[in-house]
């Protein structure tokens, strides 16, 4: 006979929020107080029910009561389940040699394996949306598709040998060779990476990518490479779309064996938007490598060569291929325009193939690359350097992407980048489909089949439907030759645009794309890539939002507060510009700042990896993994919101597209598969009242049980809450510049203050600004607190003089 008794201390007293028994042949059950609902006394050893499992002998009736044991499903309460499961698989309980000394001399029963609530968890998620709406915010009234897209037919077997195998047993060098000495034009696919990015801003999740995965190693096992990684996807994974970004690393790693995987490497900064310690952007670079990586595309916001080459370096230490990009802005063709010249792009090249690299890029993130542009450029570089492989990546936001591609092909491309049709165009990449039909008969064919393509493009044009809301088409509905005047990347385009929306300048996005030219000349004609491209289009927006022209901000550069970007980038955080920074704004901006010089990343001090792995199993228990604590040294904060994320509503990333954006419909059943031979039936039953908590009850049916789960109505209590705004005619009343949310609060009610002095941190979309006092005096009373969320001019305190 064994019982299921509850662990809490004397103190504690719990509600069981889900009881379900295990039951069968050979299992007897004497129940006590357990039924969902009930409330558990915190006296000590309360029984919850008494199992009782019989069979021929111990062995058998052990593992009936395992396997009941295993059925049990209590949830609010904690049981001795576990302890008792960690006793039925010990030998010496089986052979029935136990004394009284057995738990102590076996602690290892105490080994306990944590339950993982995932059920429960998901259904919290499920009726948070329900009740809430999207979790990642959403910047524009539309709702996903609810049509299901068609998976093209897969072949059974393992996927045809692709460059990947070229790779593995040539190593980066040959591999490289092969490439050059290949015939016909070679195609690297964005369409897992940069064109959603470009389109959708970034929100396309795993789940869809690996639908598609193995269809695209079966018929396209004849590309360069499949770009699935880096940019803004790393961060965005955890940000938004709430998973692990290695694991999709991994998981896709698995389903497409044959096809070399590319990412996008930030140089110095890795895939994050500031500058890490060397040892930092080293370990990146070989995690990612043992995770399936397999091309490092390299660059540098500013080409700054310092941090490429550092960014280089960690990519070749980890045994991966290095591609070193150049970023191209400006036009080589016109003889106007002479700052970033013909001249200045291959003395970068020299630098770059000196330095080792194994692939040149041109890397045109805003599509100003005209055909006769890239007929000079890559014909120079075909002049300069014949035994090296050039790619060339753009996008297609004016529309004049495959004939670059193909006049940069005629000159002696060897690789250029394309997404699938109907994720193509605009500001994603140039058509998979237009070049492989352009180049078909001619010598740049590209051995890839139409019909492959159309099936590819069919399943992209449905699931693109699930992203609705982040589409760029429900305000971009054409290529725009704005482009070559306002040089926005693609990448960056539709993130801009969702950052207009949020900080509630969605009808002035025109305006936006105006002043991100103007702000462009105010930081001095910069190349306009992550994270450069940030800064820019933070100004542009703080311009709009305050109603600044680019002559206004230079007259009132020393007292206007800037978007912390805007800051850090002049004192040198990213690096030095071509040509140097502008005076006298720079001097105007920074007064008595400190300046970085040279190398920004060159004065941090090593990361300590073992201590802060250390610092997260001490906060999350030993389920930390050597990918965790990169995501951790990349971006602690997201990584810690992740975490908790995880921790309340367990592994959304198993959901349907529309379920985790927009939630079930009342009455609608649906299954969710846990894992392989693990799926959930469940059905959206009602919404409660609102209670006097703020909560609202949401009832489910889970595998043919009722269960609920009480969710906080956000908007009920935010109803509920009034937050005072600040009166323009009242002097020392501090409003918020904008909408966002509280970082840090600088200064403390009864403080004095100088005018400038910072106030406090604010962030919004991922564009921090500083506050900074308008006058000097002291600090009366202060509104918000950090993780305050905020509207433009909610009062934020308030200063005497």
């Avoid at 599509?367 to 120079?380: E, F, H, I, M, T």
């Avoid at 994603?428 to 493009?457: R, W």
């Avoid at 419909?665 to 649906?670: G, H, P, R």
């Amino acid at each position: 006979m064994l019982s299921n008794r509850s662990h809490y201390p004397k103190s504690d007293c719990n509600e069981a929020k889900v009881f379900r028994s295990g039951e069968g042949m050979g299992i007897r059950l004497d129940s006590a107080s357990a039924f969902q609902g009930a409330v558990i006394s915190p006296h000590y050893d309360s029984l919850l029910v008494k199992v009782i499992a019989s069979g021929k002998d111990l062995p058998a009736a052990s593992a009936k009561m395992s396997r009941a044991l295993a059925e049990f499903r209590v949830r609010g309460v904690k049981t001795n389940i576990p302890f008792l499961q960690n006793v039925l698989s010990n030998n010496q309980f089986l052979n029935g040699t136990v004394d009284t000394q057995f738990i102590d001399e076996n602690q290892d029963l105490f080994n306990l394996k944590p339950v993982q609530n995932r059920a429960q968890k998901l259904l919290h998620y499920l009726g948070h949306v329900m009740v809430n709406g999207p979790t990642t915010p959403i910047p524009v009234k539309a709702k996903p598709s609810s049509i299901d897209p068609v998976i093209p037919l897969v072949p059974l077997g393992e996927p045809p040998v692709g460059f990947r195998d070229v790779l593995l047993r040539e190593g980066p060098d040959g591999f490289a060779k092969a490439v050059r000495a290949h015939q016909g034009l070679l195609l690297m696919d964005t369409t897992f990476r940069d064109a959603h990015q470009s389109l959708l801003a970034t929100r396309v999740r795993t789940h869809d990518l690996k639908r598609i995965a193995p269809f695209v190693a079966h018929s396209f096992s004849n590309l360069f490479s499949v770009e699935n990684w880096g940019g803004a996807t790393f961060d965005v994974a955890m940000r938004f779309l709430c998973e692990c970004p290695w694991k999709r690393l991994q998981e896709l790693r698995a389903l497409m064996p044959n096809v070399p995987f590319q990412m996008l490497l930030r140089g110095a900064n890795a895939v994050g938007y500031t500058n890490y310690p060397d040892n930092a952007v080293f370990k990146f670079c070989e995690v990612a490598k043992e995770n399936g990586m397999d091309i490092f595309r390299v660059f540098d916001s500013l080409n700054y060569l310092p941090n490429m080459l550092l960014g280089m370096e960690a990519a070749g230490a980890a045994g991966g291929v290095v591609e070193a990009a150049i970023s191209y802005t400006g036009d080589v063709s016109d003889p106007t325009r002479q700052k970033y010249s013909l001249d200045y792009y291959l003395k970068l090249a020299d630098e770059l193939v000196k330095a080792g690299t194994h692939i040149l890029c041109i890397k045109d993130m805003a599509g100003l690359l005209k055909p006769d542009s890239g007929r000079l450029l890559v014909g120079a570089l075909r002049d300069r350097f014949p035994d090296v492989p050039i790619h060339v990546h753009t996008h297609d936001t004016a529309g004049a992407g495959v004939a670059a591609m193909l006049a940069c092909a005629e000159a002696g491309a060897d690789i250029v980048d394309v997404a699938v049709d109907s994720m193509a165009g605009m500001t994603s990449q140039p058509s998979m489909g237009a070049i492989v039909a352009c180049a078909k008969g001619t010598k740049l064919n590209t051995g890839i089949s139409l019909e492959k393509v159309f099936d590819y493009s069919e399943y992209w044009e449905v699931t693109r439907g699930l992203y609705a809301p982040f589409d760029c088409t429900a305000t971009m509905k054409s290529g725009n030759a704005d482009v070559y005047e306002n040089e926005i990347p693609g990448g960056q385009y539709t993130n801009l645009h969702f950052q207009a929306h949020s900080m509630g300048l969605g009808n002035k996005f025109k305006e936006v794309k105006k002043s991100y030219t103007e702000a462009n000349k105010l930081l001095g004609d910069l190349i306009k890539v992550t994270p450069s491209s940030k800064i820019v289009g933070d100004l542009a927006q703080f311009m709009v939002q305050n109603s600044l022209t680019r002559a206004e901000v230079e007259e009132r550069a020393d007292e206007l507060s800037f978007p912390l970007s805007v800051v850090e980038f002049l004192q040198g955080h990213i690096g030095i510009p071509h040509g140097g920074f502008p005076e006298p704004f720079r001097s105007k901006v920074l007064k008595s700042l400190p300046r970085v010089e040279g190398r920004p990343g060159a004065s941090l001090p090593p990361m300590d990896f073992q201590g802060l792995e250390k610092q997260l199993r001490d906060a999350h228990g030993d389920e930390i993994t050597p990918e965790d604590v990169m995501s951790a040294a990349m971006y602690p904060k997201v990584f810690q919101e992740f975490k908790e994320f995880t921790r309340t509503f367990g592994p959304v990333d198993c959901l349907d597209t529309r379920l985790f954006l927009d939630g079930p419909k009342i009455a609608e059943e649906f299954e969710v598969e846990l894992e392989r031979g693990k799926t959930l039936h469940i059905k959206a039953l009602a919404l409660g009242d609102l209670n006097k908590a703020g909560q609202r009850e949401v009832f489910f049916e889970l595998n043919g049980q009722l269960r609920s789960v009480l969710v906080k109505d956000t908007v009920a209590m935010k109803e509920m809450h009034f937050h005072p705004k600040a009166l323009k005619d009242v002097r020392g009343q501090i409003g918020a510049p904008m909408p966002g949310k509280v970082v840090e609060v600088k200064v403390k009610q009864g403080q004095k203050v100088e005018k400038g002095q910072p106030l406090c941190v604010l962030s919004a979309m991922k564009m921090e600004t500083v506050v900074n006092s308008p006058l000097s005096g002291t600090v009366a009373k202060i509104y918000v607190t950090a993780d305050s969320t905020l509207e433009g001019d909610d009062l934020i305190l308030e200063i005497t003089e």
